[in-house]
């Protein structure tokens, strides 16, 4: 984990105070340390964070010596001993090289088509003096962030916006195309952020920076075209196995204690499983320590508790520690958070307090990484009724009865009610989707009509897209800015990384491409996951047929913390003095946040869309008026 800052201008035009002003905007983030550069026309800083021991070297800005060619990256490379040998370097130089340096190396005998050969969570900025371009890529996943701002001639960037937004002369009005993007599912640029004077690298894609001119090319695809050599069921079960113990065990290299989330269900179970299994073999006996969200005691939630799982898999795998966490009391609210509101659903403002919790188990074990399994039920269980709708565009009926039939008695549905559920989701659509939302009534409708006509409306459609499209809006760069802060303030208040195996590219490209039979196979739902686990989970664990909750109480834990927000004594004032006041409408706004308020203390804590959608938008509002 590193984050990083600069500026890319003539050395006599640095402005100390503007650095100065970047450090200290990521000084707040729990690192090992500060190494600062600077080079001819670029000065910047890394802090970095160590996720192995020395004599194992930690990350630092590089400068080749022959070309005078810098480099700034926010990087953990997966995947390494591959890139070694591509390179024609000797084995090693494994351990000796950090990952920036592989990087260096990579673009210095690929030039711009190193990033072709990258795997892993990057981010980063390369200057080439000989050529006065400013040139760098972000990874397909966008797990580290890299945003710029470009002053005249002078270029800022930074692994977060708070320290752009506070330089001179930079422009912080809302981008209001990127409000219409998050608020109303509206087209934006990629480079889109809630500032106008603030740009970010797009998932998935490459920048340059040429005198003031910036170009930006995507240069990663998923591989959507279906497999067309046929291969045996079992061959399909073993590729993603031999795939998913090669993405855990090429992130399974920290010296330090390793952690887990730990659920219960398929995906997180059969992650900590095999980072079981490795550990054993790099040292017997070795512990995997994790944390699971589990419901309070009286709770009387109609969602399943995950505390039996949990036990179940400390039964199996005897070698790890259990750290059981119940969200009892609200923690109190930060300003900060607020960048939380305006990023995600706020049904899932709790378990950002969970998460944090969770975490705080396994930084005081010593943990420096831990595992999920989050993203699994979208990336490779293709959760809902992605392979069913595959049946019925292409006519196999009987396959899809077949289906229906075998799999609703897995999941506990009734097959009725579930062929029921998958006609309703492909009747012709309506309209556009951001016209029928809840909430709309929140915004100004002379601007959500000029949006609207500047989108030039599709007109309504059949729902039957291939298997890809029902999930497609899971991958990364289809959901245009909205991993905007996925791993920034709000989830890294601690010294630990998190390892997502389950949403490594090679997972997610063999997932695309793998034939809808292959998610009902024998009946089981999410077959090809549980058939590729089948020598490392146990049967009881391996064929759950049942989903539990996160905490239990998540809605009566959501409406408390609705509540403290909407109490605030200013509420009504930043929302009729906000700098996005001509996008709303503080008339309705007010009226249902009395309506809200109203509701819970009469016991409502159902989370309802408008709800939802009301705090979200006070999120912009809370953010801008902080960023004031």
Known sequence: MSYIYGIVCHPEEVDPESLAILKADLQRYPTDGHIRLTEGMISGGLFYQNLRKPPFPSEAPVKDPDTGIVIFASTRL???????????????????????????????????????????????????????????????????????????????????????????????????????????????????????????????????????????????????????????????????????????ETRLYSDYPVGGFLSGGLDSSSVMSIVQSLLHQQEPGRALITASSVHPKESDTRYED???????????????????????????????????????????????????????????????????????DHF?????????????????????????????????????????????????????????????????????????????????????????????????????????????????????????PLSDPRIINFALQLPAEEFSKGGMDRSIMRRAVSDYLPDELRLRNTKGSFMGNESAVAAKIHQLWLDQNNIKDITNKSPISTIINPIQINKYIHKHKTNIKNGDTDLHHENTYLLNLLGFLFFFDRNR
């Open 78 to 248: 997966d995947y390494r001993a591959l890139l070694i040998k591509k390179l024609e370097l000797d084995k090693g130089q494994l351990n000796q090289l950090t990952d920036t340096q592989l990087i260096l190396k990579a673009y210095l005998k690929w030039g711009e088509n190193c990033v072709d050969r990258l795997e892993g969570d990057f981010s980063f900025l390369i200057w080439n003096p000989s050529k006065q371009y400013l040139w760098g890529a972000r990874d397909p996943l966008g797990f580290q962030p890299l945003f710029f701002a470009i002053k005249e001639k002078t270029c800022f960037f930074s692994s977060h916006t708070n320290g752009l937004a506070r330089l001179s002369g930079i422009d912080r009005r809302p981008d209001e195309a990127f409000l219409a993007s998050r608020l109303l599912r509206s087209q934006a640029s990629l480079l889109a952020t809630p500032y106008r004077g603030i740009s970010q690298i797009p998932i998935g894609h490459t920048i340059k920076i040429d005198q003031d001119q910036v170009g930006i090319k995507k240069y990663y695809h998923w591989q959507t075209t279906p497999m067309r050599q046929k291969i045996s069921r079992e061959d399909y079960a073993s590729e993603l196995s031999t795939l998913l113990s090669g993405a855990i």
């Open 306 to 376: 995950e505390r039996p799982w949990v036990d179940m898999f400390s039964k199996y795998f005897p070698n790890t520690q259990i750290n059981y966490c119940t969200l009892e009391d609200i923690p109190p609210l930060r300003p900060e958070d607020a960048e939380f509101f305006s990023t995600t659903r706020l049904r899932r403002y709790p378990t950002m307090f969970m998460t944090e919790l969770m975490q705080s188990k396994l930084v005081a074990a010593g943990c420096r990484t831990y595992f999920t399994g989050w993203r699994g």
């Open 380 to 500: 490779i269980s293709r959760r809902g009724y992605a392979h069913y709708t595959e049946f019925l565009k292409r006519g196999k009926f009987r396959t899809l009865h077949k289906a229906i039939r075998d799999t609703a008695a897995f999941t506990n549905r009734n097959p009725k009610a579930l062929l029921k559920a998958i006609i309703k989701d492909n009747l012709p659509s309506k309209g556009v989707d951001s016209r029928n939302f809840p909430g709309l009534k929140f915004l100004n409708s002379e601007w959500t009509e000029s949006v609207w006509a500047k989108d030039k409306l599709s007109k309504p459609r059949w729902k039957l897209n291939d298997l890809n499209h029902d999930f497609w809006w899971y991958l990364p760069d289809r959901q245009g800015t909205h991993q905007y802060y996925e791993d920034t303030s709000y989830h890294n208040k601690s010294v630990l990384k998190r390892m997502i």
